[in-house]
């Protein structure tokens, strides 16, 4: 496997990164692309974020990786005990680089990469999720890994509702287009790959930032391999840049909470997306079918939120029945389960429903590992 051809294109509104990936099946061959906003990434920080895309893939396919730039010392001397992490334990790839170089530290701002999650709102809006000293400038959000192959209008709200959140909360919005999962779901799962996208497209704002969180989720308390993980996200790190992880070791039911008691509750609620896939009409938000949706909605209702929550559409029993719920670990449904026991804000009917999908799917093969049974 070989990276090279690295390019920095400066367009009128946006600034294009690129590089040449090129595999043993010449089938896999392609430039990766990257749309930033106008600020112009340095070569060192585009090196650096092309590492990190580079190497779960050369571990995933066993491939020495011939790699045609230089990299930050730290990074280089850490990336290695990626493996475990991304379930590539047994890979002996081999990294070659041009050469090493340590980094100079960005100036003192942190981002956030930011989904619009339960997750990535409570690391937004709860300080403590994050180091005190830490100044929170940016907002990150990737387009082509949290919205692949999306529709134009649904794409439209969302970019509008990421402004109106940046513009509350006092945050600079930084928009990535990417075509990288064009190549890399063809390589590996996205669930090993997710961190290595993240850590790498936000590498390419080192210029203006020393600081990057990550949100953590419920599977930071398991130790089954994960894309982002409580040990794995610092080793994305250079010397100039930080790699944090923001939220540990919160449950999402407990981020719920946070979120429900923020000043910017009101924000959140409307406009918070959680959904696997693109709803039939952008006001939808959420499509409320899927067990992600589910599980966004039940984790609000768990804390004793009582309202209606703008996001999501209504929850009825019809559709509550269609919903398959092995998506998610057993041990976060029966924990929202018991929370909704406790304070009965959900109706009979509906918890006549979730009882009888949570004891049916006790086979699903999770063993718990962790107490999520709040």
Not at 49 to 73: M, R
Not at 161 to 190: C, F, G, P, Y
Not at 256 to 265: D, G, L, N, T
Request: charged share 25%.
């Amino acid at each position: 496997m070989k990276v090279d051809q690295f390019k920095i294109t400066k367009k009128e509104k946006y600034t294009r990164v690129s590089a040449r990936f090129t595999f043993v099946n010449p089938d896999l061959n392609k430039t990766v692309w990257f749309t930033l906003p106008t600020q112009i990434p340095t070569k060192s920080a585009v090196f650096d974020a092309f590492f990190i895309l580079a190497v779960p893939l050369a571990y995933a396919l066993n491939e020495d990786l011939d790699f045609k730039g230089i990299v930050s010392t730290q990074l280089y001397r850490d990336i290695h005990k990626i493996k475990p992490f991304i379930n590539q334990r047994k890979s002996e790839a081999h990294l070659k680089v041009v050469s090493t170089q340590k980094r100079k530290k960005g100036p003192d701002a942190a981002g956030l990469f930011f989904s619009m999650g339960i997750d990535s709102f409570h690391s937004l809006l709860d300080a403590s999720a994050r180091d005190a000293n830490d100044n929170l400038t940016y907002l990150i959000f990737i387009k082509g890994c949290e919205l692949y192959r999306s529709g134009s209008s649904f794409y439209t709200w969302l970019i509008s509702s990421l402004n109106k959140i940046a513009k509350a909360t006092h945050a600079t919005l930084l928009i990535v287009e990417t075509n990288l999962r064009d190549l890399t779901d063809q390589i590996m799962s996205w669930n090993y790959y997710h961190g290595a996208a993240i850590a790498g497209s936000g590498m390419f704002f080192s210029h203006v930032l020393s600081t990057l969180y990550i949100s953590s989720c419920d599977e930071y308390l398991l130790d089954d391999p994960w894309g982002t993980a409580l040990r794995l996200d610092p080793l994305w790190s250079t010397e100039g840049v930080s790699i944090k992880t923001a939220g540990y070791p919160m449950i999402k039911v407990e981020k719920a909470e946070a979120i429900v008691k923020s000043p910017h509750r009101a924000l959140a609620l409307s406009h918070i997306w959680t959904c696997w896939k693109q709803p039939a009409h952008p006001e939808d938000r959420n499509c409320g079918r899927c067990e992600k949706c589910l599980r966004g909605l039940l984790c609000f209702k768990a804390v004793g939120y009582r309202e209606n929550i703008p996001s999501f559409p209504p929850l009825t029993v019809s559709v509550m029945e269609k919903i398959d719920l092995r998506g998610g670990c057993l041990g976060t449904w029966q924990g929202i389960r018991n929370r909704l026991r406790r304070n009965g804000n959900l109706s009979p009917e509906l918890m006549k429903v979730l009882e009888k999908k949570i004891e049916n799917n006790k086979r699903w093969g999770w063993i718990e590992k962790i107490n999520l049974l709040q």
